[in-house]
């Protein structure tokens, strides 16, 4: 199968380097965005978001016309809809809204012999539910849910499985899973995708594919919260997690990870949730496992309130409005800008929202608060929060925190929920 066009749908922190990978491999990309800022910016030959390489990649795609961003899908050979799914509610039922808007979007340019790929994380049955919309729309076309392998389009989900601030990499270095809804949609599937991956490209069915991205994060989830939980339980039994973890990874056959203020990001937080959406009896550990690393930002949150109190014991002729807190990091990992479901974030806006004297954010990713933040709280320099600070709370290990000196944060109360600031 020829592609001599590419659309990408959704222009973010997955679609966007897609899109530039593909590109740079000479192959003519259209990015489709509902941001008008991001196409703006994508056409000009820079980005919107902060991803290493992936300047020098879109800017030299876009100079030599192999990718352009608009608003309007336009016909092409291959469809990727790279779009978030968040949750509907507090429930943590999925949303699959912009996975239909996209889909609708690009039905009336499909034709004959098109190859539509679900890159975005969903639940299991979420690329049969895409299917479905497209048959809707486009009655005049057949579909694998149907007409099997002689369908008129071919479908895949192909999940993302890379680590930011290292996209562009892994994107060519890692294995792919491919899950078409028939041997001939994975073949498909795996033809395009091996226009740039150097990795295996490996092919199974669609419920399955969509079932290891939510695994592989499940995972990591359950072995995140039980180091959140032995960091809770350190705690209340006065030893130092942090030496405690070093000193039981020295076991051959043990690899406990380190405990944070939470887990955030699109991936972790989120799709162990799709899971128990759809099994809620069976996936107990899986929940659990949620409920602890939910619940860590209300410990952490905790124990910046007792430090609060502790200082107003201390200084008795002090207010609350009188202490200063600094709160170090807002992203949901180190040294990126990517705020989503960053516990980070959370506990800054509880702090904010609870405490009567300054609150300082310190994120040298970003530029400005979100909105979220704003008008609640100031976003400052690293060395301007060390010297206003009386509580620092250390909540994302970014490498210019791990610069800081202990001589830097004397008579100060420290929170470090990232354990690098236990001199």
């Not at 100079?63 to 961003?69: I, V």
């Not at 939910?294 to 007792?306: A, E, F, H, I, R």
């Not at 990713?365 to 976003?379: D, H």
Request: proline residues 6%; hydrophobic residues 40%.
């Amino acid at each position: 199968m020829q592609f001599n066009t590419i659309s990408v749908i959704g222009l973010g922190y997955i679609g966007l380097p897609t899109a530039a990978v593909f590109a740079s491999r000479k192959i003519k990309v259209i990015g489709v965005d509902v941001n008008q800022h991001a196409i703006d910016t994508i056409n000009r030959g820079e980005i919107h978001i902060v991803e290493p390489e992936l300047d020098m990649v879109v800017h030299a795609a876009v100079k030599e016309g192999y990718l352009k961003a608009t608003a309007t899908p336009e016909p092409a050979d291959a469809f990727l809809i790279a779009v978030p799914t968040p949750f509907k509610n507090d429930n943590h039922e999925p949303d699959l809204t912009y996975i239909e808007s996209a889909s609708k979007a690009i039905a009336p340019v499909l034709k004959k012999g098109d190859l539509v790929i679900l890159e975005s994380t969903s639940p299991v049955g979420a690329t049969e539910q895409m299917a479905a919309w497209l048959s809707e729309a486009r009655s005049d076309l057949t579909f694998p849910q149907t007409h099997g392998e002689s369908s008129d389009i071919r479908v895949a989900h192909c999940p993302e499985r890379v680590l930011p601030g290292h996209v562009i990499r892994e994107l060519v270095q890692n294995d792919r899973v491919i899950g078409g809804m028939t041997p001939m949609c994975s073949e498909a599937a795996c033809n395009l995708y091996k226009i740039f991956v150097e990795g295996e490209c490996v092919i199974t069915n669609a419920r399955t594919a969509e079932m290891c991205k939510l695994t592989e994060n499940s995972f990591r989830d359950v072995n995140i919260a039980f180091a959140n939980e032995l960091s809770i339980i350190c705690d209340k039994l006065e030893i130092n997690v942090w030496e405690l973890i070093r000193l039981a990874n020295r076991h051959p056959r043990v690899n406990i990870l380190q405990p944070g203020p939470g887990v955030g990001g699109h991936c972790i937080a989120v799709d162990p949730w799709f899971i128990v959406s759809k099994t809620p009896e069976e996936a107990r550990l899986i929940k659990t496992a949620r409920e602890v690393n939910d619940g860590k930002p209300l410990w952490v949150m905790d124990k910046v309130k007792s430090c609060v109190a502790e200082l107003l014991k201390d200084n008795p002729s002090k207010t609350a409005n009188d202490i200063t807190i600094g709160c170090f990091g807002l992203s949901f990992k180190p040294d990126i800008d990517d705020l989503r479901e960053s516990p980070a974030v959370a506990i800054t806006r509880a702090i904010a929202e609870l405490h009567s004297g300054p609150v300082l954010a310190v994120e040298p990713n970003i530029k400005e608060l979100p909105s979220s933040l704003g008008g609640i709280l100031q976003l400052v320099s690293l060395k301007e929060s060390l010297a206003e600070s009386d509580i620092v709370l250390l909540l994302v290990d970014h490498k210019e925190f791990k610069e800081v000196l202990a001589s830097d944060l004397m008579s100060k109360e420290i929170v470090d929920a990232r354990g690098i600031w236990t001199f």
